[in-house]
């Protein structure tokens, strides 16, 4: 057996249990004209219609499975999750 977390183990680890989320995953679903991903919140039905901002080193691509931190208020896509 693995001593490496999953991506969901992971998250729950870090995540506190009062409801508050300090990283989600999210998949792209779709591109903005300017480049941004549209991303849809596991766990979610629809796609989230905000523009949430990337790391300058992530190119986002649709079906990315993403790793997105809570920051100030809003998220940040920190970038695509390899499996």
């Known amino acids: ?36 991903p549209q991303i849809k919140f596991d766990g979610e039905i629809t796609s989230s219609a905000k523009k949430y901002p990337i790391l300058a080193s992530y190119t986002p691509a649709i079906n990315d499975r993403v790793l997105v931190a809570a920051v100030s208020g809003t998220y940040v896509i920190l970038g695509k999750i390899k499996y």
């Open 1 to 36: 057996m693995s001593e490496i977390p999953n991506a969901g183990e992971f998250l729950s680890s870090i995540n506190n249990d009062k409801g508050y989320r300090v990283f989600k995953l999210a998949i792209v679903t779709a591109l903005f004209a300017s480049g941004f």
